[in-house]
């Protein structure tokens, strides 16, 4: 079936940037919605940003719009996300998913809208 794995985490310096990658291990013909979701310690999982891979359409979430960009890497089936002037609070657990293209279309961060999710990869902001 489909598998999805995160790269690119690490330990960074606050106002440093960082790239992650989500890579897909099979093409969906047609396109996917791409998400990414952050969960730090004590917190909620949150979406960030998400792309269709169809039409490009790309959605981020308000607390994160001016520091994070996502685009379509490029490597086959590859999502990137680029995270800048990073703060302590941007720290956690980043973690890929795909579901229906209608998913990158609404407002909402719903994780049951999606049907495959990584494993996760650590980002830590120190000051």
């Known amino acids: 079936g489909q598998q999805l794995r995160e790269s690119g985490g690490g330990s960074v310096q606050a106002g440093k940037s960082l790239s992650l990658a989500c890579e897909a291990s099979?093409?969906?013909?047609?396109?996917?919605?791409v998400a990414w979701f952050r969960q730090g310690p004590g917190k909620e999982r949150e979406g960030v940003a998400k792309i269709d891979t169809m039409t490009g359409s790309v959605r981020i979430a308000d607390s994160v719009k001016g520091r994070l960009t996502i685009s379509q890497g490029n490597a086959e089936r590859t999502v990137d996300l680029y995270l800048t002037d990073l703060k302590p609070e941007d720290s956690g657990m980043y973690y890929c998913?795909?579901?229906?293209?209608?998913?990158?279309?609404?407002?909402?961060?719903?994780?049951?809208?999606?049907?495959?999710w990584g494993q996760g990869t650590r980002v830590r902001v120190s000051i």
């Open positions: 998913a795909a579901g229906d293209r209608a998913a990158c279309h609404s407002g909402s961060w719903t994780r049951h809208e999606y049907y495959h």
């Open positions: 099979a093409y969906v013909y047609g396109g996917v919605c």
